[in-house]
């Protein structure tokens, strides 16, 4: 049985159904950006193990292709199991040894960066320094201790769990969470409309809003925005309501057990060890014209674990590499007073470079190894 599973594994008739299957998704992927956008189509088509049909007004969902993950994975497990098969030791192997070493550290590095890449973004303005970055598509629930005037004790929780939690409590928090209605895309408005119902909220300013939910945004230059109706509750206190969402320029302010804390639903943050200060931004155009020539952020970076302070100048195609994240100049406000910078932590970003580099050596390596003996042969 064993033997069997091996050559079903290791056949050839399985690599090139991998690969007509990865064809079908890439296009099929490609026209469904379309409909869905590039996130959905990324998350439901290429990064996911099935790929699912759901009928229009059901909750359910069967599965009708193989997924890019799936595909990806089994494609890997016929290169390593097809190689220890057919591989015969020797030195005219060696090239070849390389080159399957090479595309299968390139298939296991692609799925490690998909696994554990973030991108984020770094919006500065002139003067300002942050030592976080932000995501652009998901958010989080803030609740911040404010009592203290120095520091701010700050308890976040992803908003990708509001959806499936009704009840948050921690030995962090005097006061329990419960999450009454949320919307993972929303719209908020002064006045009724189609589909609006009131917030109904008990506390804090939103009691005399409306809102309805929306579906999930899959345009490039649009994403989510999320709301929630969150109560706050504890002993020897009544059950308060407060309305959440990226709305609000500010955030929900309340009393409890002395102590002051505030309530926010903003972009979700990754904190870095160090800030960057945005010093000098510069917007170059070619002369006599509008067309963009150059985009440069000049920014101070400090680290006070290290005492290291210094002057880094970021600009197109010179990213800042440091601490495991790179910093990219991406855009810039209308103004020319602030600059956003992407920010890309990737710890399998030498992985493609290596694989390249292992399946050149191996190609020169099987290349040579056959000229050098028909030189040889041809000279006598």
């Known amino acids: 049985m064993l033997k069997q599973v091996l050559q079903i594994f290791s056949s ?41 049909w759901q009928p229009a007004g059901v909750h359910w969902k069967i599965p009708v292709f193989p997924g890019g993950y799936l595909i990806g994975g089994v494609l890997l497990i016929n290169l390593v199991v097809s190689h220890f098969r057919y591989y015969q030791p020797g030195k005219r192997k060696i090239g070849i040894a390389l080159i399957h070493l090479g595309i299968v550290l390139l298939l296991a590095g692609q799925m490690l960066t998909d696994a554990l890449s973030v991108e984020s973004i770094q919006h500065l303005r002139l003067g300002e320094a942050k030592d976080y970055s932000e995501s652009q598509r998901e958010a989080e629930l803030a609740v911040i201790d404010v009592t203290d005037t120095k520091t701010d004790k700050v308890l976040a929780i992803p908003c990708r769990l509001l959806g499936r939690l009704h009840l948050f409590e921690t030995a962090q928090l005097p006061f329990q969470i419960q999450i009454l209605t949320f919307f993972a895309n929303s719209d908020v408005a002064a006045a009724p409309g189609p589909g609006f119902a009131p917030v109904n909220a008990t506390a804090g300013f939103g009691s005399g809003l409306w809102w309805r939910g929306l579906s999930h945004e899959t345009a490039m230059d649009k994403s989510d925005v999320p709301s929630a109706l969150v109560a706050i509750s504890g002993p020897g206190d009544s059950t308060r309501s407060f309305l959440v969402s990226e709305f609000l320029n500010q955030p929900q302010s309340f009393f409890y057990q002395g102590r002051q804390y505030q309530l926010l639903l903003r972009p979700e943050r990754y904190y870095m060890p160090f800030s960057l200060r945005l010093l000098e931004f ?99």
């Not at 014209?289 to 100048?313: C, H, M, Y």
């Open 282 to 380: 510069k917007h170059d155009k070619y002369p006599g014209t509008d067309i963009p020539k150059n985009f440069s952020s000049r920014v101070r970076l400090q680290r006070a674990d290290t005492g290291e302070d210094r002057e880094v100048l970021i600009f197109m195609n010179n990213p800042l590499r440091y601490g495991g994240e790179t910093f990219y100049q991406a855009s810039f406000d209308p103004d020319d007073r602030g600059s956003v910078l992407q920010v890309v932590h990737n710890p399998g970003w030498l992985t493609p470079y290596l694989a390249c580099g292992l399946v050149g050596v191996g190609l020169l390596t099987q290349f040579l190894m056959h000229l050098i003996p028909f030189l040889k042969r041809r000279q006598k």
């Open 12 to 52: 050839l008739r399985l690599t090139v159904t991998c690969l007509v299957l990865g064809c079908v998704i890439v296009f099929w992927g490609t026209l469904a950006q379309v409909q869905i956008g590039l996130y959905r189509a990324q998350s439901e088509i290429f990064r996911s193990y099935l790929i699912y």
